[in-house]
C-alpha cells in the first residue's frame, strides 16, 4: 500500500482556495454539458464490443463444459483402449500361433496382456472419474491470517521460530487455499495439490488421483513396449532364418540406408513386415508406435515430475508459492524445496498399499488428514537448510528489496483487502484535509 503524498501547493491560502474551488465547479458544470452526447456515443460503443466477448465467453463455457462431460470421457476412454483391444483380441492370437507358442507359453502371454490391459484401462478411468481433491474441508492453523504451519516446525514450542505459509486466498472460491493448492480456471473450484489439468482426462490431476494417473503411464508404457517386443518377433525370427521378401533379397543384403532413397526403404520394411509379420502384426506394430510416441513425449515428464514429488504447476511457475520467515519477511520456495528420494515420493502419492497398487487394480490408502502430505507436506532437508540460510540472513544483513502483496501474488483475504482500503481512505482524507 503505496500512501499518497500531498502536492507542494497544500499550504494555500483560503481566498485562493475559495477562488480555485468556484473555477473547478464551473468547469465540471461545462464538462458534464459538452460530454453528455460523447458519452452516450461510447456507451453505444462498449455495447457493441462487449457483444462477440460474451458471445466467446459462451463459446469457451461451452467446450469446457463438453471436456468435461461423461461422454467426452468415455470417448477418451474408447480411444485409448484401441491399441489393447486390436491386440488382445485380434492380433494375440495370431502371434502366438507364428511363434508355434504351446500352452505354458501361451498362457503366460495371456496372463501379462491381459494384467497390463486392466491396469493401463482401470487407472487411466480412475484418472476421469476420481474428485482429484477439495481444499473446502480443510481450515487453515492460523485462521485469523489464513496461513499454514509449515510441517518441520510443528513441534516448534517457541512460536517465533515458526514458519508459515504465505496466506492464499482465493477469492473465487472464497477460500484459504492449502499448500500447493491452486484453483482450476476449467474445473471451476481449488484443487488440493493441483498438478494439472488433462484435457483428455477431461478432470484434474491431484492429490487423490495423481498416483492412479502415474501408473496409467507406467503400465502404458510397458504394454506398448512389450506389444511392439511382440509384433516384432516374427519378423525377428524371419531375418534370422535368411527369409527372403516377395522383391527377391535377403534381408541382410539390402542395400544401406545412407545409400537409399527413404521411401523405398522404407517401403521395402513394410513390405518385409507384411510379408513376415502378417497383417496383423503390421497394423498392431504401427499403432504402437503411434500411441508410444505419445506416451513418451507426455508420460515421461509426468513421471518425472511423479518421482521428484514436484507438480507441473511449480516446474511451469516456479517461484510461486512464499513462506513467511519473518514478520512481513517473506521468501520464495523452488520446484525442489519438496524433492525426498523417489521411494518416499512414491509413498506419499501412492499411498501406504503402494506395492499393492502396482499388481493390482486397487484405490491407494492416501493420508488426507491435516498433518498429512497433502495439507502439510514435508519439505526435503535440502529445502530446509535453504530455509535456515534464509533466516540467517535476513537476521544478520537485512531485506534488500522491498514488495507489495500484489506484486507477490499474495492474496490475503478480504479482511485485509478492507483494512488497506481502509488505510488508503484515511490517508485520502488526511491529504483532502491537508489541502483544505
Not at 491396469?119 to 478411468?125: G, H, I, P, R, T
Request: aromatic share 10%; hydrophobic share 40%; charged share 20%.
Amino acid at each position: 500500500m503505496v500512501a499518497a503524498q500531498a502536492p507542494d501547493d497544500c499550504d494555500q491560502t483560503d481566498e485562493n482556495v475559495l477562488r480555485n474551488r468556484k473555477a473547478a465547479h464551473a468547469s465540471s458544470k461545462r464538462a458534464e454539458a459538452t460530454s453528455e452526447e460523447p458519452a452516450e456515443q461510447s456507451k453505444a460503443v462498449l455495447e457493441a464490443e462487449a457483444i462477440p466477448r460474451v458471445h466467446k465467453h459462451r463459446q469457451q463455457n461451452m467446450c469446457t463444459r463438453l471436456m468435461r462431460s461423461t461422454p467426452f470421457k468415455l470417448l477418451t476412454l474408447s480411444v485409448v483402449g484401441i491399441v489393447p483391444t486390436f491386440g488382445a483380441f485380434i492380433a494375440l492370437p495370431r502371434l502366438l500361433e507364428m511363434m508355434e507358442a504351446g500352452i505354458a507359453l501361451s498362457c503366460f502371454h495371456w496372463t501379462i496382456t491381459i494384467w497390463i490391459i486392466i491396469q493401463v484401462m482401470y487407472n487411466f478411468a480412475m484418472s476421469q472419474f476420481t474428485d482429484p481433491g477439495r481444499t473446502t474441508n480443510y481450515k487453515p492453523t492460523y485462521e485469523t491470517t489464513g496461513q499454514y504451519m509449515l510441517a518441520p516446525e510443528v513441534d516448534s514450542e517457541d512460536e517465533s521460530t515458526r514458519i508459515w505459509y504465505a496466506p492464499n486466498y482465493c477469492s473465487k472460491c472464497q477460500h484459504w487455499k492449502p499448500p500447493r493448492a491452486h484453483h482450476c480456471g476449467m474445473c471451476g473450484r481449488c484443487v488440493l495439490r493441483m498438478d494439472h489439468h488433462c484435457p483428455f482426462t477431461g478432470n484434474c490431476i491431484g492429490f487423490r488421483n495423481h498416483g492412479h494417473f502415474a501408473i496409467m503411464y507406467l503400465f502404458a508404457f510397458i504394454g506398448l513396449v512389450y506389444s511392439a517386443a511382440m509384433c516384432i518377433n516374427p519378423i525377428v525370427r524371419n531375418w534370422m532364418s535368411g527369409n527372403v521378401i516377395n522383391h527377391g533379397l535377403r534381408l541382410h543384403k539390402l542395400v544401406p540406408f545412407q545409400n537409399v532413397i527413404l521411401i523405398w526403404y522404407i517401403t521395402e520394411l513394410a513390405t518385409f513386415i507384411l510379408d513376415h509379420g502378417g497383417a496383423h502384426a503390421f497394423f498392431l506394430l504401427v499403432l504402437t508406435v503411434i500411441f508410444l510416441l505419445a506416451v513418451l513425449g507426455c508420460g515421461c515428464p509426468a513421471l518425472q515430475m511423479f518421482a521428484y514429488n514436484a507438480t507441473m504447476i511449480e516446474l511451469r511457475f516456479p517461484m510461486k508459492d512464499y513462506v513467511q520467515i519473518k514478520p512481513q519477511v517473506y521468501c520464495p520456495l523452488g520446484v525442489g524445496f519438496y524433492r525426498h528420494d523417489v521411494l518416499q515420493n512414491v509413498q506419499y502419492l501412492l499411498g501406504k498399499n503402494w506395492r499393492w497398487r502396482l499388481l493390482l487394480p486397487i484405490r491407494g490408502l492416501l493420508d488426507e488428514s491435516e498433518r498429512g502430505p497433502a495439507i502439510m507436506p514435508l519439505p526435503a532437508p535440502v529445502g530446509i537448510s535453504q530455509l535456515r540460510e534464509k533466516v540467517q540472513q535476513v537476521e544478520d544483513e537485512g531485506v534488500k528489496s522491498h514488495s507489495t502483496f500484489a506484486e507477490l501474488g499474495i492474496n490475503r483475504g478480504p479482511a485485509a483487502l478492507e483494512a488497506d482500503a481502509a488505510a488508503e481512505r484515511s490517508v485520502a482524507e488526511d491529504v483532502a484535509e491537508s489541502k483544505e
